[in-house]
């Protein structure tokens, strides 16, 4: 699936380098070390669950393959375990882990029924396919409990991998945003400036060169 | 640490967290639930804490409750959009109508000091004429207030949160000097004043409260950008570091994690106190006056709530009006690439502004107004943006790695009050076992008008100011008011320009929930502003035995 995954324009570039300078307050560090050490074993979804909450986290979230992947379903999971709202729903859509719940179980016949086997188990062009359906809600098998299949993508799928996806480190330093920035802050505000704390970004031509200097950027 | 906030309450024992010391502590006067203080107020936000303040240092008797967590931000706001939802109010509301809004990050806040703890510090006055727009401009409602007397609000308002702002501002009557200098604007910033030149239309640095220099104890702002998650340095100029200080140094006292369910009242028809959640138990605070400060939503809920056999219909409602009228702002926007650099991550997210089409009426095609500002999206609420485009797989990390390359225009839009548009009580029950607010909203005809006139102008702008690959967020809303309207009519509202009820004359209202209209500003300072208002009505309504 990640045959398509972008490279990153801030080779060489991370920003946990900073973890030690003054960008980072105590605060911070605890925050980001417990999101970086969290469990990987999941303490809210099922085996048939978690399987398949894998497989869509694969499909929908594409990661750079040139180092590991952000661990996107198992911060799902902690957050269904948490039960951590936002505040709203949606009148259409069933309370947060209820809805995740109907949602995979959805999928899972969906798939049984076009191919026979489980959403996991397709090949990985046939998953996008079905996730495809989903987006524009013409997934509505009985399996889905009367919920709109688009607006479960919507409102939970995207909201909920994404949230959790560039709430992490390497999703900072794929797209060199400066991260943490307390007490520091910035000084350079203006176009084309920046701090010397902040990711150099390359262009095909010096590459190389921009990667050796983002390894030193902190 | 964190967790210990939401699980205690810290106001307790004569004292209260100092949010300018780690693990310092400041006293504040208590008193005993059986005492009948002045005033309870309940919600510290930019309308409660201001009250609170103001009535505090008047010599009454107060109490304010949040149902929030004290934070001391120097040692517990982390530089992390995820950990720091613990500033809004996540528990559960249900949303729907034609648009169903969003809740949470954009729009409600849960801790002292309410949504200021984390809004972006956009601190605008009203146009004159929105005071008088059915009047005037031949929409909404009249406001029972005069602007002139407004003003003069404004301009308390903005010395105690020591605004940073331009020296002459382009549009409305001439105010002095803002008490701050303007902060440096960013290359997003930069973006904007381009685009509104291009188009031959005014342009400013955005008055904003966060300090361009020290001010007692706050350090001036360093540009880190992660305003909306809360300030970690105490430059923003929030009710948590500003009227709530002061109020507790007058000899208020707030509670934290303080649940108001219900205002209790006697046969007389008047509100004799508040039942309150905190530290296990439902608790009673006796009081000659009821403040309800908790703003457009859990204003409504509240009074609903209160619902008793004299009042079936929920308190101050004998209009029906409670709950209805809820006015959001439509919150749209225009995004491009640009060739250089922005990095728009650094500095508080609106630097500039343009304000253009809240002045000008000529060329409309609808009723209201909007600002434009520009923009500092994180990456959370950037992925976020992105997805409300139907963006995922590789085609959104292809448009992410353009991150620093993107600048945005994004508009605060007045939106009209509509009756249909009403926060009612749900059946499902939250974790104090209170009825949720359900939120009925839909946009009519002139809101969708505003919003087509306003992305058309940006897109312009946008492109005049180089912007490539230019494409509309049609879909977000921010700020909410209305629900509990003031007014000269108790027929037609729930207050009146005292922020009194018509119904029980020792219950006030006052936050965003009293507002006939919204206009296209950022509504904080007016909320501010009418606190201050009715803190010296009071007093002059006291001074006369009439409270």
Request: glycine share 10%; net charge neutral.
């Amino acid at each position: 699936m990640n045959s398509n995954a972008i490279t990153t324009r801030y080779p060489g570039y991370d920003v946990l380098n900073k973890r030690d300078t003054p960008s980072w307050d105590p605060i911070t560090r605890q925050v980001v070390e417990e999101r970086l050490s969290m469990s990987r074993q999941p303490r809210f979804f099922d085996l048939a669950q978690w399987t398949a909450a894998t497989a869509l986290c694969t499909c929908v979230v594409v990661q750079p393959d040139d180092r590991l992947a952000v661990p996107v379903a198992a911060m799902l999971d902690a957050r269904l375990f948490e039960d951590q709202g936002d505040g709203w729903r949606d009148a259409r859509l069933p309370p947060l882990r209820q809805a995740w719940c109907i949602g995979l179980a959805a999928l899972d016949a969906e798939s049984q029924g076009e191919h026979g086997l489980v959403f996991a188990q397709l090949a990985a062009a046939r998953q996008t396919a079905l996730v495809e359906q989903m987006q524009c809600g013409k997934l509505r098998a009985a399996a889905w409990q009367g919920m709109p299949s688009d607006l479960f993508f919507s409102e939970r799928v995207l909201h909920d991998l994404y949230g959790a996806y560039y709430a992490h480190p390497a999703a900072w330093s794929e797209i060199g945003f400066g991260g943490p920035a307390n007490p520091r802050g910035y000084v350079r505000l203006n176009k084309n400036r920046r701090d010397p704390w902040e990711a150099i970004e390359a262009t095909a031509e010096n590459a190389a060169t921009v990667k050796r200097k983002n390894t030193r950027v902190r | 640490m964190s967790g210990d906030a939401v699980q205690h309450p810290r106001a307790r024992g004569g004292q209260a967290p100092d949010v300018f010391r780690k693990g310092g502590w400041v006293s504040m006067r208590e008193y005993p639930c059986d005492e009948e203080v002045d005033f309870v107020i309940v919600g510290t936000g930019a309308g409660g804490a201001t009250l609170a303040c103001r009535l505090a240092e008047q010599g009454f008797k107060v109490v304010a409750l949040d149902a929030g967590a004290w934070w001391r931000p120097l040692e517990e706001f982390a530089s992390d959009e995820a950990h720091q939802q613990k500033l809004y109010w996540t528990d559960q509301r249900i949303c729907d109508g034609d648009n169903p809004l969003k809740m949470g990050s954009n729009n409600s806040g849960k801790a002292v000091g309410g949504s200021t703890v984390h809004f972006a510090m956009v601190s605008l006055r009203f146009r004159p004429e929105w005071f008088k727009c059915r009047s005037l401009l031949g929409y909404g409602a009249d406001w029972p207030i005069d602007w002139r007397e407004m003003w003069r609000y404004y301009d308390e308002v903005e010395q105690a949160l020591s605004i940073a702002g331009p020296i002459t501002y382009p549009w409305g009557p001439p105010r002095k000097r803002y008490p701050y200098r303007s902060h440096e604007l960013n290359a997003a910033a930069l973006v904007l004043a381009r685009g509104a030149e291009a188009m031959g239309t005014a342009w400013s640095a955005t008055p904003l409260a966060t300090v361009s220099a020290p001010h007692g104890k706050s350090p001036p702002c360093v540009y880190r950008g992660f305003c909306v998650a809360g300030c970690a340095t105490n430059a923003k100029q929030s009710a948590l570091v500003t009227w709530i200080p002061r109020a507790l140094k007058a000899g208020a006292e707030i509670r934290d994690l303080a649940m108001a369910g219900r205002i209790e009242t006697n046969d007389l028809g008047r509100a004799v106190g508040v039942e309150y959640f905190r530290d296990g138990a439902w608790r009673f605070q006796r009081a000659r006056n009821v403040v309800v400060a908790g703003y457009a939503i859990e204003t409504p809920r509240l009074l609903l709530l209160s619902a008793n056999h004299r009042f079936p219909d929920g308190l101050a409602n004998s209009s029906g009006l409670v709950g209805k009228n809820l006015m959001v702002q439509s919150n749209q926007a225009v995004w491009g690439v640009m060739d250089e650099e922005i990095r728009s991550y650094k500095g508080p997210p609106s630097l500039s502004i343009s304000e253009h089409w809240n002045y000008q009426d000529k060329g409309k095609d609808f009723f209201g107004g909007y600002a434009y500002m520009s923009q500092g999206p994180l990456p959370v609420g950037w992925a976020s943006t992105q997805n409300g485009r139907g963006l995922w797989g590789a085609k959104l990390s292809r448009e992410m790695q353009k991150y620093n390359h993107q600048a945005g225009l994004k508009i605060v839009g007045e939106t009209l009050p509509q009756e249909r548009n009403r926060v009612t009580l749900a059946d499902e029950k939250d974790q104090y076992g209170l009825p949720v607010a359900r939120i009925t909203y839909g946009f009519c005809d002139n809101d969708k008008k505003l919003i087509a006139h306003a992305l058309h102008f940006m897109e312009q702008a946008l492109e005049a100011a180089g912007g490539k690959e230019i494409w509309r967020q049609e879909d977000d809303t921010c700020h909410l008011n209305g629900t509990a309207r003031m007014g000269d009519d108790p027929r037609t509202s729930v207050v009146n320009a005292d922020c009194r009820s018509w119904d029980i004359p020792n219950l006030w209202i006052c936050d965003g929930s009293v507002f006939p209209t919204i206009g296209g500003v950022n509504p904080s300072l007016t909320i501010q502003a009418i606190a201050c208002r009715t803190a010296d009505r009071i007093r002059a309504l006291a001074q006369r035995g009439e409270l």
